[in-house]
């Protein structure tokens, strides 16, 4: 099976604007979940999406918000973009929820300037 | 705020030798799961170990998990230069089943 894929891969945007990241998860997969991975911060868990259902939330503000379509594929999207937003965004993916083994993608790098 | 707290921080060793990190966490979990990153890539998995479980193995990889002190631990046996990655415990809570990360082991194996 394929594994799970993010695109893109690296990202450069300007303070203010907004920005989608994707995630296509394993085929049969219907748990997908975000995080943040910054140095400081270290790996904090964004969302968890279930079957186009958001089930779980972290403790982020109203800017980060995400999606699962009828495919599992998931997006994440952050609005008015702040400096400190730079990070490495995971996705996993698993086949009943966070209780399960996590299927990471390789990450999208975040850099706001 | 991180449920786990992973000690040592860094960890450097000799090639063949053993390796142990410990976690500690703050509230009842389902399960704890260790996983491996390798320089700012994606996470992969390890193990998994259930609140009902108490050792697991896999390979060269050894988990025990003790709940009543709320702590677990990873030994990676005979250890290898690819070995060299940072480790991440991290808890599913009882409650919500939210995954809460510790700040992570990195491991450095010298050849």
């Known amino acids: 099976k394929a594994g799970v894929t993010q695109t893109p891969r690296y990202l450069i945007k300007t303070r203010g604007q907004q920005v989608t990241l994707s995630c296509s998860p394993i085929?049969?997969?219907?748990?997908v979940s975000w995080y943040q991975q910054t140095p400081g911060q270290g790996l904090q868990f964004l969302f968890e999406y279930f079957s186009e259902t958001q089930r779980n939330k972290g403790n982020f503000p109203g800017r980060f918000s995400g999606r699962q379509f009828s495919n599992s594929r998931s997006e994440m999207n952050v609005s008015t973009l702040e400096l400190g937003d730079s990070a490495l965004y995971l996705c996993?993916?698993?086949?009943?929820?966070?209780?399960?083994?996590?299927?990471f993608g390789p990450g999208t790098r975040l850099t706001v300037l | 705020s991180q449920q786990g707290e992973e000690d040592p921080q860094a960890l450097s060793i000799q090639e063949g030798e053993n390796a142990t990190m410990n976690c500690s966490y703050k509230t009842s979990i389902n399960n704890l799961q260790w996983y491996r990153q390798n320089s700012g890539r994606g996470l992969v998995h390890l193990i998994l170990i259930r609140s009902n479980e108490r050792e697991k193995h896999s390979g060269r990889l050894r988990v025990t998990l003790d709940t009543s002190k709320k702590s677990s631990s990873l030994l990676i046996t005979a250890s290898r230069a690819a070995d060299t990655a940072s480790y991440f415990c991290a808890t599913s809570r009882s409650n919500d089943y939210k995954l809460s990360f510790g700040a992570g082991t990195t491991v450095t194996v010298r050849a």
């Open positions: 085929s049969g997969h219907r748990s």
């Open positions: 996993a993916s698993s086949l009943m929820g966070l209780s399960d083994t996590q299927y």
